[in-house]
């Protein structure tokens, strides 16, 4: 049983920044998901298994960053210029097939407990 564990989130004002973390019980590809009020789970952000192999969504392009930290089990999401559309429950999922350099998008198989992110206008 793989365990994720994410940390971070909170309440901040439109055009700040906010620093996910998530650490697995192990090395994983990774992922971060948003979760907006009514809507569906979407995928926003991905790191392959080794190297620094990277995705983003068009909607956090050039606002977000992933990486993976030196301990190579964590990884963050690096939040700036905060919108309210970012609002939501934002979920780290573990990608426990994949190897090497690519960047999953689906098949997440172990899910952290979600945290919450809340951004005033």
Same mark, same amino acid.
């Given at each position: 049983q793989?365990?994720?564990?994410?940390s971070?989130?909170?309440?901040?004002? @439109?055009?700040?920044?906010?620093?996910l973390?998530?650490? @697995?019980?192990?090395?994983? @590809?990774?992922a971060?998901? =948003?979760?907006?009020?009514? =809507?569906?789970?979407? #995928?926003?952000? @991905? #790191?392959?298994?080794?190297?620094?192999?990277q995705?983003y969504a068009?909607s956090?392009?050039?606002?977000?960053? #992933?990486?993976?930290?030196?301990?190579?089990?964590?990884?963050n999401?690096?939040?700036?210029?905060?919108?309210?559309?970012?609002?939501g429950?934002?979920?780290?999922?573990?990608?426990?097939?994949?190897?090497?350099?690519?960047?999953?998008?689906?098949?997440?198989?172990?899910?952290?407990?979600g945290?919450?992110?809340?951004?005033s206008?």
């Open positions: 793989v365990q994720v564990v994410e971070g989130g909170g309440l901040v004002q @439109a055009g700040a920044s906010m620093t973390s998530c650490t @697995a019980s192990g090395r994983f @590809a990774m971060w998901f =948003h979760q907006p009020p009514g =809507h569906e789970r979407e #995928i926003v952000a @991905a #790191i392959s298994w080794v190297g620094q192999n995705w068009t956090v392009r050039g606002r977000f960053t #992933i990486s993976r930290d030196d301990d190579e089990n964590t990884v999401l690096r939040m700036s210029n905060l919108k309210p559309e970012d609002t429950v934002y979920y780290c999922a573990v990608h426990s097939d994949s190897l090497g350099f690519r960047v999953p998008l689906s098949g997440h198989d172990y899910w952290g407990q945290t919450q992110v809340t951004v206008s």
